[in-house]
């Protein structure tokens, strides 16, 4: 079945720090690879997606790319703010059949920034 | 349009009594899902509709959970016989269907479940 890893334990970093949270998948045929970003007191909102091999994602200075060849799509910033504290989810989703759009969610990484 | 809402955002039972949460999509979207998020977990797929159609299941659905989407608008989850075990956060959340391989999920609050 498909599966999805993340890095694992919280992420602690001062602010201006370069950030990377890692994220391997499992899956049959070729899914679409998605970040989700879950800030203090709020819903899963989208933080960016790719759905082919040597797809990047990006969006509000975070970049991720679609590696096939390692199964792999770490999520990326050159330099996080104190408000990028939140938690980071990892998704894939395979299109086809009944399971069309069916997302399937890493553990989370919870990031905190301090000032 | 102010995007999903679920209600309630807080439910707080005692074991064995029967509950139930609803979700309403935004309104052009005909595809609705329902997750579970158990704390310091992922979000867990429970099950889809794709307008009033209930087109999969998860296993973690066992038979005290049901799930509605009459009118192919709002929907509704209920769990009869409540157990400390199921107590979470359950998401719903809705998308659009046409065009592209995939169509971005947007995702309500949650209703945080207690079992007492």
């Known amino acids: 079945g498909n599966s999805v890893t993340q890095m694992e334990g919280p992420v602690t970093l001062s602010e201006e720090a370069f950030l990377t949270i890692n994220c391997t998948y499992t899956?049959?045929?070729?899914?679409?690879l998605f970040w989700y970003v879950q800030y203090p007191g709020e819903g899963l909102q989208l933080l960016l997606k790719a759905t082919k091999a040597d797809d990047k994602g990006s969006n509000k200075g975070f970049e991720a790319t679609y590696r096939k060849e390692t199964t792999s799509f770490h999520l990326e910033k050159g330099s996080v703010q104190v408000s990028d504290s939140a938690v980071y989810f990892c998704?894939?989703?395979?299109?086809?059949?009944?399971?069309?759009?069916?997302?399937?969610f890493g553990q989370g990484t919870i990031l905190t920034v301090h000032p | 349009d102010t995007g999903v809402s679920q209600n309630p955002r807080h439910k707080i039972t005692k074991r064995g009594q029967n509950v139930t949460f609803r979700c309403d999509p935004i309104?052009?979207?005909?595809?609705l899902y329902w997750y579970r998020q158990t704390l310091g977990q992922g979000p867990e797929f429970l099950t889809y509709f794709q307008n009033e159609a209930q087109l999969e299941k998860s296993r973690l659905l066992s038979d005290r959970f049901s799930a509605e989407r009459p009118k192919g608008s709002f929907s509704t989850l209920e769990i009869q016989r409540t157990e400390q075990g199921d107590s979470a956060m359950y998401l719903c959340a809705s998308s659009s269907s046409g065009g592209g391989a995939y169509n971005e999920q947007f995702f309500g609050p949650g209703t945080r479940l207690t079992v007492l």
């Open positions: 899956a049959t045929g070729y899914p679409s």
């Open positions: 998704a894939l989703s395979r299109a086809g059949g009944t399971s069309y759009g069916k997302l399937t």
């Open positions: 309104s052009e979207h005909n595809r």
